[in-house]
């Protein structure tokens, strides 16, 4: 396989050519379901309505234990859809490669969230370029369930692996109109070459969710292979209609730890070792923040002769000596944040290992993947002290320099 080198000065593609329907794929178009009764007539649907032949698709829907009779409904209301029942929510990404390997007769994969609802068109557009061997993975156009607002044209990322949904809430437009290279496909609605799924290694399950899609994309770059947008594959999505259903500390160890995990994975031995210090510390920095910590003074016995403090730091010292240990109240999501960092650095080598099974077959340098993120020194925090750590750090380690000219965005991204 000849390596298709990324362009430095823009993005864009020519469009692939039309298939004829003599060369249409056989396609496995897995759904993930956990509690969404209510979206999966709209989403099936659209897919009955495809302009493919039905002989050539089947639908795939892995229920992550719902509740809700999500199981039974498919059953009287769509029987043509093959039905998986896990007796638990085992996550996203592990959803996905079980309904991956369901549809073994596959030559292109595609994955769909169960609140979106497809043009008829969506299919042929967009297994179209992986058909043609233009890339070996697509994304499509994703709008908010109305229209007027863009979900999705592609993704990027800063350096520190948040993800970015490239044209999120913006007024759909010209700009979103081209075919692009891009870093990843969105998970909501993205098709892959079967083949290629697997050799990657498909969708890292110790992700469970959020991120997975930014691993994958980045990983399959990594691994010498390519993904593109495709405007023509329009789709329409309820945005978080499930994640709002979780609690937000449950979300938020997800979110902060499989950035890192992503990072660490996928990041060239030299360019871990400048960008791993930095996102550490700007974690650490973001645990403070959410900490709800307002008197730092309680905590420094440089503090304790303080006027007017002696006598309440003096009683608090007491109270903690007595009580053994010292106890302070902190936020969910603060502890949160501790465990996301924990579950990298507390398993250092478990995740070397995972991270020898991507480099060791790495074909592509860093060097040609950073014009994909799109914006790699986003900062995400409006606190000061965040911002100046984030541009200390990075002149500090030279990770700015990595990043010289590559910034693609006018607008911080709304993630």
């Known amino acids: 396989m000849k390596l298709q080198p990324v362009p430095k000065d823009s993005l864009e593609v020519p469009a692939s050519r039309a298939l004829a329907d003599g060369e249409l794929p056989r396609v496995g178009i897995v759904i993930l379901n956990w509690n969404g009764r209510g979206h999966l007539s709209g989403c099936f649907e659209s897919l009955a309505a495809l302009d493919y032949p039905r002989e050539r698709f089947e639908v795939v829907l892995v229920d992550n234990g719902s509740s809700d009779g999500s199981a039974e409904f498919v ?3 769509f029987d043509w859809v093959r039905l998986l029942q896990n007796e638990r929510n085992v996550g ?17 994969l595609v994955f769909l969230n169960n609140d979106i609802r497809v043009e008829p068109a969506f299919l042929r557009e967009l297994v179209a370029p992986i058909v043609a061997r233009d890339c070996e993975a697509t994304t499509a156009r994703m709008l908010s369930w ?11 990322m800063n350096f520190y692996g948040v993800g970015i949904q490239r044209g999120y809430e913006e007024a759909p437009g010209a700009e979103f109109d081209a075919p692009c290279l891009t870093l990843f496909a969105c998970g909501g609605a993205m098709a892959m070459d079967a083949e290629v799924y697997a050799q990657v290694g498909g969708f890292d399950e110790e992700f469970f969710a959020y991120y997975e899609d930014v691993d994958l994309g980045w990983r399959t770059w990594v691994l010498g292979y390519s993904v593109r947008y495709v405007p023509s594959a329009v789709c329409y999505h309820h945005h978080s209609s499930t994640s709002s259903r979780v609690p937000p500390e449950h979300l938020r160890v997800i979110q902060v730890r499989n950035p890192l995990l992503a990072c660490f994975k996928n990041y060239d ?3 871990l070792e400048k ?22 003074d309680a905590f420094r016995i440089e503090r304790l002769g303080a006027p007017g403090r002696a006598g309440r730091l003096a009683r608090l010292w007491r109270r903690l000596r007595r009580m053994g240990q010292s106890e302070a109240s902190t936020s969910r999501i603060a502890l949160a944040d501790l465990i996301a960092i924990n579950d990298l650095i507390g398993q250092w080598d478990h995740w070397m290992e995972r991270r020898q099974q991507v480099q060791k077959f790495r074909r592509r340098p860093d060097a040609e993947i950073f014009p994909l993120f799109l914006r790699p020194l986003w900062c995400i925090e409006g606190d000061y002290g ?25 607008r911080d991204p709304a993630g």
């Open 275 to 296: 960008v791993l210090p930095a996102m550490l510390a700007l974690a650490t920095r973001r645990t403070y923040l959410g900490s709800g910590l307002r008197d730092a």
């Open 386 to 410: 965040y911002q100046e750590l984030q541009r200390g750090i990075t002149g500090f380690l030279g990770i700015d320099r990595l990043f010289a000219g590559l910034t693609r965005m006018d």
């Open 269 to 271: 031995d030299p360019n």
């Open 75 to 77: 059953r009287s209301k």
């Open 92 to 108: 996203f990404s592990a959803g996905c490669n079980q309904g991956a390997r369901e549809a073994s007769e596959a030559e292109v």
């Open 146 to 156: 109305d229209g007027k607002r863009m979900n999705s044209a592609g993704g990027g």
